[in-house]
């Protein structure tokens, strides 16, 4: 379900997710940039991979990170990207680890927040 949001709305661990993101997808130069956070707190970033052999948005490679780290759900998630919504793969993965009400934010490149996705 699509929630418009606005910045006043995030709290302080929402806003860093989003920020992180951010920073992730303008230092690697990638479409996307993700972070996800899990159930200790710890956060995870990725970018876009996109290699003739392996294809994985950010979140999706985000999500692996934190279970190839141990993460055992995912308190929240974040995706800066030109995309109006998520990939539904992308929302399965989280929905996989973090469980059906775990928020997705996304963000537009600029890093303002545009709406919030329930994974479920």
Do not use: C, W
């Not at 997705?104 to 890093?111: R, S, Y």
């Amino acid at each position: 379900m699509l929630v418009p949001m606005s910045e006043q709305e995030l709290d302080a661990e929402d806003r860093k997710i989003v920020t992180l993101a951010r920073s992730t997808r303008a230092r690697n130069g990638v479409p996307e940039g993700a972070a996800v956070r899990d159930e200790t707190g710890r956060t995870y970033v990725a970018g876009t991979v996109d290699l003739p052999s392996l294809q994985l948005s950010a979140l999706r490679t985000a999500v692996a990170t934190a279970v190839a780290s141990g993460a055992e759900s995912l308190e929240a998630a974040a995706v800066v990207t030109e995309a109006t919504e998520p990939h539904p793969d992308d929302l399965a993965a989280v929905h996989d680890l973090g469980g059906a009400a775990t928020p997705v934010l996304l963000a537009g490149p600029d890093g303002q927040l545009r709406t919030s996705v329930t994974a479920g």
